[in-house]
Nanobody, 126 residues
Framework: QVQLVESGGGMVQSGGSLRLSCTAS????????MGWFRQVSGKEREFVAA????????YYEDSVKGRFSISGENGNNRVYLQMNSLTPEDTAVYYCAATTANARTRRLREDSYGYWGQGTQVTVSS
């Protein structure tokens, strides 16, 4: 059974930083990608960033480019999301997810991800 466990959420002031971690267990992923999504209460979950398991391909949602950085440890089935220059608009529950999809367009889509973590709350105060 595949499990994804996130950690690192919390509360930070505007302009601050947080680092999220996600560890996958129960399966060895040799293709596809790991992604981060976020969801504000009452709104749809949105794509934030993704990285291929080989680490060679990275994607970012436009609003986080230059502020967030995704990285991974393929051998440890682990992925990180370094979030800098946080603003209150980044407040959300952040979810880690895994997909076996290889096409770029699919890796940006929530419905391409078959494995999800429980989510971790990130709150940015002004």
């Amino acid at each position: 059974q595949v499990q994804l466990v996130e950690s690192g959420g919390g509360m930070v002031q505007s302009g601050g930083s947080l680092r999220l971690s996600c560890t996958a267990s129960g399966r060895t992923f040799s293709s596809g990608a790991m992604g981060w999504f976020r969801q504000v209460s009452g709104k749809e979950r949105e794509f934030v960033a993704a990285i291929s398991w080989t680490g060679g391909t990275i994607y970012y949602e436009d609003s986080v480019k230059g502020r967030f950085s995704i990285s991974g440890e393929n051998g440890n089935n682990r992925v990180y999301l370094q979030m800098n220059s946080l603003t209150p608009e980044d407040t959300a529950v952040y979810y880690c997810a895994a997909t076996t999809a290889n096409a770029r367009t699919r890796r940006l889509r929530e419905d391409s991800y078959g494995y999800w973590g429980q989510g971790t709350q990130v709150t940015v105060s002004s």
